[in-house]
């Protein structure tokens, strides 16, 4: 799953969003950020590389429970830390940093709130309802429409802007169609003839639907 993600984003299939995450990053003026389940490390690469663009200084830290994810943003990438951890035990102090983001991740809200600073922010990207529809339809029988997904409970965070993230891209190889796949929970969901179908396309035209939250503590 991490070489097929890593492939996947290479393409920069999802360059606008790490563009938006980081334009809300330094935007915010966020000094220091810890991202909570960075699997291989593409969204906060893109965010140092920003910064240093715009020559603003940020200390980044990339946290992920897979540590053949962590081995992998590791690997040839010395201008950041990167830790193998939980995010249900954030291995750092008490209000300790500006922000936390989270990218399709698995959100500890506590833990969150613990290791930010008074008055710092929460970022999360998550699909939003048309995410990769198209795949969908091809591997369901039958789509069921969700509530849109809530990553924190309104209690634990204020939720002060959201942002709808939505473009078309084109997969014009069946390699690149097997990587999403691998990617994504859908391959595991999806009956074998629906995975049939999907195995067999080598052109997949696709939505791409985010929603970029951010939230004050
Ligand atoms: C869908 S991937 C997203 C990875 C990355 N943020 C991205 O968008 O490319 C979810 C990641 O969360 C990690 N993960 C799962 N449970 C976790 C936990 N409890 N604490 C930290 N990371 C976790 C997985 O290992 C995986 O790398």
Request: glycine content about 8%.
């Amino acid at each position: 799953m991490v070489q097929a993600r890593q492939r996947y984003l290479g393409h920069g299939f999802y360059a606008p969003v790490a563009d938006a995450l980081t334009a809300r990053v330094l935007q915010l003026n966020l000094g220091s950020v810890l991202d909570a389940g960075c699997g291989e490390g593409y969204y906060l690469r893109q965010l140092v590389d920003g910064a240093e663009t715009e020559q603003i200084p940020l200390k980044a830290a990339g946290l992920d429970i897979s540590k053949w994810a962590v081995m992998a943003a590791a690997r040839g990438e010395q201008r950041l830390t990167w830790l193998v951890a939980s995010n249900a035990a954030i291995p750092l102090a008490d209000a300790s940093v500006d922000g936390v983001v989270c990218v399709f991740g698995f959100p500890v809200a506590g833990e969150f709130r613990r290791v930010l600073r008074p008055g710092g922010h929460l970022l999360t990207i998550d699909p939003g309802p048309d995410h990769l529809v198209e795949l969908k339809q091809i591997i369901y029988s039958d789509i069921k429409a969700k509530p849109v997904y809530q990553p924190m409970p309104e209690s634990s965070f204020e939720l002060i802007s959201e942002q709808v993230i939505n473009f078309p891209i084109g997969l014009r190889t069946n390699d690149l169609v097997q990587d999403l796949l691998i990617m994504t929970p859908h391959l595991y969901r999806a009956s074998s003839a629906g995975r049939a179908r999907a195995n067999a396309l080598d052109n997949l035209n696709l939505t791409v639907d985010m929603r970029l939250r951010t939230y004050r503590c």
